[in-house]
């Protein structure tokens, strides 16, 4: 059983325009984190939601926490070459500390 | 600061042979895990170590796979014999303590098995 739901599985889009992915679960995290992963690298944290309709940005990036805290989601706004990778979401389980890794999103920004 | 380090970065063994993985996790990092990625998945966790001691590994495949960070440093991961569906990335993270602090990742070690 897929505990995290990442869709879309692949985007493809031009640079410039804006973008959403998300991250879904019936089961409630403590706190959700994202990552960034290149090729031949190890995932990269990008950041943490640990509070039910927390919102945060990092430069055009918006992070967002469902109030259920069961799902997030990644904005991407004027997506650019550099944002190309592999996009995790991890949700951290309360009761045993465990995180759990979704699939992925891989986007490819098309110069 | 230095990051995780990883060896080897790269391996190709044929089935039924066994492979070792090392891994250096940041100075000071108590906790340590290897996770386990198949192409076009996300990472899945085999074993958390807390200093020395085992804390999760539910998910390590005991027959085959086994794991030792004996002086609460660093640590390998083993498996003998390998199968076919072994080939993957193996990621070793590391962080301060447990309970959702960040987790720093190595470059991993992408295995193939023929």
């Known amino acids: 059983t897929q505990l995290l739901e990442q869709s879309p599985q692949f985007l493809s889009i031009q640079e410039g325009e804006n973008l959403t992915v998300y991250c879904n679960s019936s089961?409630?995290?403590?706190?959700l984190q994202w990552y960034r992963q290149e090729p031949g690298e190890g995932p990269v944290l990008l950041v943490t939601v640990v509070t039910g309709g927390e919102v945060k940005k990092l430069k055009r990036l918006t992070f967002q926490f469902g109030d259920a805290r069961k799902d997030s989601s990644l904005h991407i706004t004027a997506a650019q070459p550099g944002d190309t990778g592999l996009y995790l979401c991890a949700g951290l389980m309360n009761r045993d500390d465990k995180i759990i890794f979704g699939k992925g999103t891989r986007l490819h920004i098309l110069p | 600061e230095a990051g995780v380090a990883q060896s080897p970065r790269y391996k190709i063994i044929e089935k039924r042979q066994s492979v070792a993985f090392w891994c250096n996790p940041i100075s000071g990092h108590a906790t340590l895990y290897w996770y386990q990625q198949i192409l076009g998945q996300g990472p899945k966790l085999l074993i958390q170590?807390?200093?020395?001691?085992?804390?999760?590994d539910s998910q390590l495949p005991k027959d085959r796979f086994s794991a030792e960070r004996l002086k609460g440093v660093d640590s390998t991961l083993k498996i003998q014999p390998a199968k076919l569906e072994d080939s993957a990335v193996y990621l070793c993270a590391s962080s301060f303590n447990t309970g959702g602090e960040t987790q720093y990742f190595g470059p991993g070690t992408r295995l193939l098995v023929l």
């Open positions: 170590f807390q200093n020395n001691g085992v804390v999760d």
């Open positions: 089961s409630v995290f403590s706190s």
